[in-house]
């Protein structure tokens, strides 16, 4: 039993896994196994993952980042495309359009959900664009009918970047079943965990097709795709893939995670209830909000605190101090200094960074406990009204 005194002192990140001793056994029924990778465990772990995000197809790879490399590569992406993306995101979103030798549109992000901008990304269409990349920022889905509708008036593909957003809802669809190639990550931070990991969703089956050859060196096996054939042995590779596979048993941990997913969304919808209703009448900060159409899947509880730069790193160093493994999501992607070489500047998108001068992400996963989460909420509220 922990005392009072290590129970207070222990250290809360802002994310993290919650793994159970049934998930431990699927992944170590899998390790005494003869397939450790490219066997069973990926298509049941793809089957399951498509009814639960409700799209037809799902190809497992072995990151978030691979996920999107291999979305923008189904799409066409290809050197002198334009993808317009969020600035406030992780900066994979971003760098996958690098990768395949396109360049990286930054559009504003609205106000109220920090997410992209339908109008600003209208205004920042060129013949060049080939590909429209919301994020789903913090789990809340992106407005996606009127970026839909643009990529549809267009001729546009639209890739959304759902790493946080597993479980959402828009207008009552589930995220994974709205978008031309949907994209999910299963890092540790994230809903579900496979170690490391990712996928795309889609409803297309010529982009399924891509999706699987990608991430296997390009190769393709099914008769009806070969030029050639020599027989049972034979393959051909058709284009610049990767090996990007998820093994067999981190498949069976997602599997086995999968089937908690509910209730890790639950626990975290309960602990932001409690956050909402805490830091509501706090004087200097705003709280996320959730739009009437949007189902959040809350991957972050991001507060928004006035008071600029200089107040934000004092209540996040007096919460570090403190044992809060408080965040800061996300540094605008193109104040990076590699971006910066490519020739983006600072001011480009003005909303984003006023909103990256207050954030701050407060601790969220669903194996806080209610003792925990009450500390947060004394930590925060005497940090702000104190520093
Ligand atoms: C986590 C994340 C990624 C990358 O996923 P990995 O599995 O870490 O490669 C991409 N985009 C966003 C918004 C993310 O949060």
New binding site residues.
């Given amino acids: 039993m922990s005392s009072d005194r290590e129970r207070s002192s222990k250290v809360l990140p802002y994310g993290r896994q919650l793994i159970e001793e049934d998930d431990v056994q699927a992944a170590t029924k899998v390790l005494r196994s003869d397939w450790l990778t490219t066997g069973p465990e990926v298509e049941r772990f793809e089957r399951r993952l498509a009814e639960v995000v409700g799209a037809r197809y799902v190809v497992a790879v072995n990151?978030?980042?691979a996920a999107?490399h291999a979305a923008y590569f189904a799409a066409g992406v290809g050197p002198g495309d334009e993808v317009i993306t969020s600035p406030i995101?992780?900066a994979?979103?971003a760098n996958a359009a690098l990768y395949l030798g396109a360049r990286p549109v930054f559009a504003d992000i609205e106000e109220e959900t920090s997410n992209i901008d339908p109008t600003a990304v209208e205004q920042m269409i060129t013949p060049r664009t080939k590909v429209l990349a919301p994020?789903d920022f913090a789990g809340h889905p992106a407005d996606l009918d009127p970026i839909r509708e643009l990529a549809e008036r267009k001729g546009l593909v639209l890739v959304e970047?759902a790493?946080?957003a597993l479980g959402a809802t828009y207008n009552g669809r589930k995220v994974g079943s709205i978008s031309d190639l949907t994209v999910f990550?299963?890092?540790p931070v994230?809903h579900i965990t496979t170690g490391?990991g990712?996928a795309v969703a889609t409803n297309n089956e010529k982009y399924h097709r891509r999706l699987k050859a990608f991430r296997n060196h390009g190769i393709v096996r099914e008769a009806d795709e070969l030029l050639e054939n020599h027989g049972p042995w034979y393959y051909e590779m058709h284009a610049l893939g990767y090996n990007y596979r998820l093994t067999d048993f981190q498949c069976a941990l997602g599997t086995s995670q999968l089937g908690k997913l509910d209730w890790f969304l639950e626990r975290r919808r309960e602990i932001v209830r409690r956050y909402q209703a805490a830091f509501a009448d706090l004087e200097g900060v705003q709280v996320p909000v959730e739009r009437p159409e949007a189902g959040s899947a809350w991957h972050l509880y991001v507060l928004r605190l006035s008071g600029g730069a200089r107040k934000r790193l004092a209540v996040f160093e007096r919460l570090r101090i403190r044992g809060l493994g408080v965040q800061v999501h996300y540094i605008p992607v193109y104040w990076h200094p590699y971006y910066r070489r490519l020739g983006y500047a600072k001011g480009l998108c003005p909303r984003a960074e006023a909103y990256y001068d207050g954030c701050l992400s407060l601790p969220l996963y669903p194996a806080m406990t209610d003792p925990d989460v009450e500390r947060v909420i004394e930590e925060v509220r005497c940090a702000v009204m104190e520093v």
């Fill in positions: 990151s978030g980042t999107l995101t992780f994979a979103t994020v970047d790493a946080h990550s299963f890092h994230k490391e990712g």
